[in-house]
């Protein structure tokens, strides 16, 4: 379904595996009834997942990357216009701020993230700056459960892992252990991020757990080991107005200025603008090569050197 980013695994030489489904699905409906067993549906096409996880498309990528040109810990703040170039004010860990002079800026962040914790001078135009803020960032509402196990135990039940429910905190949940590796049992948790940050991570995973044995009984109680991930609650990726859930990717709004001093120096290449698959993995691939084209479009303009293979 998304021909771009199968290419890019194909590039990378990164194996992709179906998700699990083989088996019954589990329905938690009332807390007065035991879960509900019903024959599982197959999703078709089949849910994709990566050997090694998202992290593994991460290190493939920094493994193509010259290390000299990477920095990381450096978090950029301000964004300033100056007559020649665009000055970046960077907050290093070390607590030194560097600035950075450069032609182009291409944002590989979330518009609205963008929007609300960059500082742009001068401003960016209203609309634009409007469009980007009202943009939600796809997922980032969602906290993330996965408990891990020695053997995936429900399988020899003819259950698949899947479940849903009702009751909560967990609304969806998903076998997405790894070929040859550990079981694993992972889900969303159906409890909006308001609520979410105001019980410990202690309490919730106890509450996760509890709600594994429900389902798939006794041997669910002791993970070998277990993650708890708030994205609501991850200031690289969400901001306030991220913590009410909306269920539907938005419409990529524009990634760069027309008019002003923006214009030609700026261009959004994060997932959320991308007009094809806006939020998902696919999209950053999709919003990156829309925005580098644009990119080297406005260096060719400017006469400016383009470097030999930089694609
Ligand atoms: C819970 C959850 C589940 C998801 N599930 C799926 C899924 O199943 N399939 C799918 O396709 N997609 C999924 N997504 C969406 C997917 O993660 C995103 O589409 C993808 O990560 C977007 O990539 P990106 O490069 O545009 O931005 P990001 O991955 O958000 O990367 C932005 C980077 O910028 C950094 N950054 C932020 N601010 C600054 C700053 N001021 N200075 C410097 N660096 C900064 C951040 O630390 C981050 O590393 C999920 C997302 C979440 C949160």
């Given at each position: 379904m998304q021909p771009q980013l199968d290419r890019l695994f194909t590039e990378l030489g990164l194996q992709r595996f179906a998700q699990f489904e083989d088996g019954d699905l589990l329905v938690e409906r009332s807390r007065q009834a035991p879960p509900l067993r019903t024959p599982g549906f197959a999703s078709d096409p089949p849910s994709m997942r990566l050997v090694g996880g998202a992290g593994a498309l991460v290190a493939a990528l920094q493994a193509r990357l010259d290390p000299a040109i990477v920095r990381t810990g450096q978090t950029v703040g301000r964004l300033r216009r100056e007559d020649t170039h665009v000055e970046l004010l960077v907050d290093d860990s070390a607590g030194q701020p560097p600035v950075w002079h450069v032609e182009q800026v291409l944002l590989a962040l979330p518009s609205r993230l963008a929007a609300t914790r960059l500082q742009f001078e001068p401003v960016l135009p209203a609309e634009l700056a409007r469009r980007w803020r009202a943009t939600p960032t796809w997922m980032a509402t969602h906290a993330k459960y996965v408990a891990v196990y020695d053997?995936?135990?429900w399988r020899e039940q003819a259950l698949s892992g899947s479940a849903r429910s009702s009751i909560g905190p967990m609304g969806e949940i998903h076998d997405v252990s790894m070929p040859g590796g550990h079981a694993e049992l992972f889900d969303f948790l159906g409890v909006p991020a308001r609520v979410c940050g105001q019980v410990t991570n202690e309490d919730l995973r106890a509450h996760c757990r509890a709600q594994l044995v429900r389902l798939f009984g006794q041997q669910a109680a002791v993970p070998v080991g277990e993650a708890l991930k708030d994205w609501a609650a991850d200031p690289p990726t969400a901001t306030?107005?991220?913590?009410d859930a909306v269920g539907q990717h938005a419409v990529a709004p524009a990634r760069s200025a027309d008019e002003g001093a923006w214009q030609g120096r700026l261009v959004g290449i994060g997932?959320?603008?991308?007009?094809?698959?806006?939020?998902y993995v696919a999209g950053a691939v999709d919003a990156a090569e829309a925005g580098v084209q644009q990119t080297l479009a406005a260096l060719a303009r400017k006469g400016l050197p383009q470097k030999e293979g930089s694609d």
């Open positions: 053997k995936p135990f306030h107005d991220d913590q997932s959320e603008w991308s007009r094809q698959f806006p939020g």
